[in-house]
């Protein structure tokens, strides 16, 4: 089987690293990849959001099977332009991608088959959106429709900050449109749930930290680090978010001719009474949570991918999951802002078996030396039995990286570990 595997980021690093353990992958290719993924296989330099040359690519390869790391290219059709060349992919085509492609698009289909989630109103008129939010009083969330790279969601705590929002978000770039909903208190988990148009087989869970500094303080990020499993997402919560969100989900979408096939990955809430609330979808594995994923997971990974992107799960094992893994990501300082690049990194020669250092925005310069190229650069991710081992892996060999340029959280983890 000759595979490729789209992205650049830390998540395809892993998924690389993963997949190359395949016996039944002969190659692998990615595209555009980074420095990290170019030490396991061969980058070529094409962008996630260049249709055309992802189709010319794998045609020229000969690639039988597609694996889509970020939401862009599935929102522009890949995994349908791929299929019109008969190529297999794991992901969902473009229709089926609105389920994070638009957030009025989730909302309404969870509204129809009552599949728990926030209260919302969606608007396309801000005076409108203005006087609900005045009606409803702060805390509330606003949302832009379409796709912000994680820059589309505020979570208002006063009415100032709502009616700002409002202005902000109701860009015609983001959707034209916004969605207004109640705030939720709880836990955040995101699970991940892999689907056949019909069927659903459990990934499992890891909770991921938004926040750029300990103590969940600062700016949102796209994640600063990840764990699992996670405390609170227990069997009967996981039977619970199958049951009364995953599956109601594959349903209607296949009532509405538009069967999700691929990687569901619902954000919820959990509720201090245990309910599991929807607060979004995405249609693809979150970064940092698959570099925790592809520590954990047992089985034959790929395929169960090839059974997911041929539409039928139901000759593939549940999955086992191992131990405890964390991942912490490394960022270049100023990040989320405007991150400082160029900066020098040393990496130890071996981090040890129970580590890996996944790749993102890294790059060489012109004497070979490895530097920082973007804001989050490094996902070290570490494994053991229980999570306090594998966290003190992981930052045992975060003191062994010597990055003067870069920074990361201390306190990944301390939901489950210091409380
Ligand atoms: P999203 O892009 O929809 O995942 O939103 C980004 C972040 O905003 C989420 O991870 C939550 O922390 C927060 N958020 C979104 N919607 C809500 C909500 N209805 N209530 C509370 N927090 C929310
Ligand atoms: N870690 C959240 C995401 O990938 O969207």
């Given amino acids: 089987m000759r595979i490729l595997v789209v992205g650049n980021g830390a998540r395809e690093h892993a998924l690389v690293w993963r997949l190359s353990q395949s016996p039944d992958a002969e190659l692998i ?5 980074n420095t990290g993924i170019a030490g396991l296989v061969t980058c070529h330099n094409i962008a996630v959001t260049d249709m055309d040359g992802l189709v010319d690519l794998a045609r020229l390869e000969r690639i039988d099977f597609v694996v889509v790391g970020p939401e862009a290219p599935l929102t522009l059709g890949l995994v349908d332009r791929l299929a019109e060349n008969s190529i297999l992919a794991l992901g969902p085509g473009a229709e089926a991608a609105r389920l ?18 926030a209260a919302f109103e969606t608007f396309v008129d801000a005076d409108l959106a203005k006087a609900y939010v005045r009606a409803r009083g702060a805390p509330i969330v606003i949302k832009a429709d379409g796709l912000a790279a994680g820059k589309g969601v505020v979570v208002a705590t006063n009415l100032e900050e709502a009616l700002a929002a409002i202005d902000h978000l109701l860009d015609v770039k983001l959707g034209g449109r916004i969605v207004v909903e109640e705030c939720l208190f709880g836990e955040e988990v995101s699970f991940f749930a892999l689907c ?19 103590g969940d303080l600062g700016p949102n990020t796209g994640g600063m680090g990840a764990y699992g499993p996670a405390a609170v997402f227990t069997p009967a919560i996981e039977a619970r978010v199958m049951n009364e969100i995953i599956n109601p ?8 001719g538009t069967p999700f096939r691929g990687i569901l ?10 309910a599991p609330r929807l607060i979004e979808f995405n249609v693809r594995l979150g970064d940092p949570e698959t570099q925790v994923l592809m520590m954990r997971l047992e089985g034959d990974l ?3 991918f090839l059974a997911s992107a041929r539409g039928d799960l139901s000759r593939i094992p549940a999955f086992g999951q191992k131990g405890a893994a964390i991942c912490v990501v490394m960022a270049a300082e100023g990040y989320p802002g405007t991150p400082k690049t160029g900066t020098i990194i040393r990496l130890p020669a071996d981090p040890g078996p129970m580590t890996r250092i996944f790749h993102a925005g890294t790059g060489l310069d012109t004497g070979g030396q490895l530097v920082a190229q973007g804001g989050r650069v490094l996902s070290i991710t570490a494994k053991s039995d229980g999570l306090a081992a594998a966290r003190q892996n992981a930052y045992d060999v975060i003191d062994r990286i010597d990055w003067p340029g870069g920074f990361c959280r201390r306190d990944i983890g301390w939901r489950a570990l210091d409380r």
């Fill in 265 to 274: 990955f619902a954000g919820l809430m959990i509720e201090p009474t245990g």
């Fill in 100 to 117: 994070e492609g638009s957030k009025a698009f989730t909302k309404a289909l969870c509204a129809a088959h009552q599949i728990p989630t």
């Fill in 302 to 304: 790929l395929a169960a």
């Fill in 196 to 214: 056949d148009g019909s069927r659903a087989l459990s990934l499992g869970a890891a909770q991921d930290h938004k926040r750029a500094f300990d």
């Fill in 29 to 33: 290719i990615a595209a555009p990849g």
């Fill in 249 to 256: 989900t594959l349903a209607a979408m296949a009532q509405n």
